[in-house]
């Protein structure tokens, strides 16, 4: 069972991304607020995969990645973007991102592109 740290600031997203998750076979291991508790979740937990929001207060999305990656170069973090952010969604995969979400999405594209990303 893959282990999931989900990182969005809005409430309902991490629920629902929660849910569909473990519906279908991952385990969540943590939630974070933004970005900067992002890395020290990472760090701990060391999951292993991160569903990242973009847009966070503290730290963005796109910080936490870089971050991320200068700590663990083999990370697999996957993006999660509101439509408009296409730039941010490149320069995300640019940073290290292994694929990116534009919301909203299907269950089972998420579903499929972690397991894509995790190779399983």
Known sequence: ?????????????????KTMLAANGFEVVGEALDGAAAVSMYKELMPDIV???????????IEALKEIV?????????????MGQEAMVKEAIMS?????????YKEEHLVETLRKVLGV
């Open 1 to 17: 069972m893959a282990k999931v740290l989900i990182v969005d600031d809005a409430a309902f997203m991490r629920l629902s991304l």
């Open 51 to 61: 569903t990242m929001d973009i847009t966070m207060p503290t730290m963005t999305g």
């Open 70 to 82: 200068k700590y663990n170069s083999k990370a697999k973090v996957v993006m999660i973007s509101a």
């Open 96 to 104: 290290g991102a292994k694929s990116f979400l534009v919301k909203p």
